[in-house]
């Protein structure tokens, strides 16, 4: 999977983001994604709960943000890695999966555009 489709390979043609692409994207299980997300495991098996507003909204903040991370790290499995076991000094050394389920996108989104931008390297 090149990076630069990330996105676009885990968004169904209706625009919901599909949990099976993220999970089998990164490599993993949906029990796993729903845990690095702070989502009940239901919400990812149940037919009725995966496309409601409350499992979507944090399932395209983290494709979204992941799109990014996939893009710096070049594969979604480096990417993943990443997001689950490196600390960020900006955060305490909390990694950005502790970041994510504590306070939700908004925060690494910022880092993430200051990132960017130049001002941490």
């Known amino acids: 999977m090149m990076a630069a489709n990330f996105l676009e390979s885990v968004t169904r043609c209706d625009g919901a983001i599909d949990p099976s692409a993220v999970a089998m994207a990164f490599g993993i299980t ?67 999966e502790d970041v994510f389920k504590a306070e939700g996108i908004e925060p690494l989104k910022v880092w993430a555009g200051q990132v960017e931008a130049g001002v941490y390297i």
């Open 30 to 96: 949906k029990r796993r994604l729903a845990d690095a997300i702070a989502l009940p495991v239901d919400a990812l098996y149940r037919k009725s709960r995966m496309h409601c507003r409350t499992t979507q909204a944090p399932l395209r903040d983290f494709a979204e943000f992941m799109n990014l991370i996939v893009a710096w790290h070049g594969t979604p499995a480096a990417a993943f890695n990443w997001f689950c076991w490196y600390p960020l000094f900006q955060f305490e050394g909390r990694t950005a």
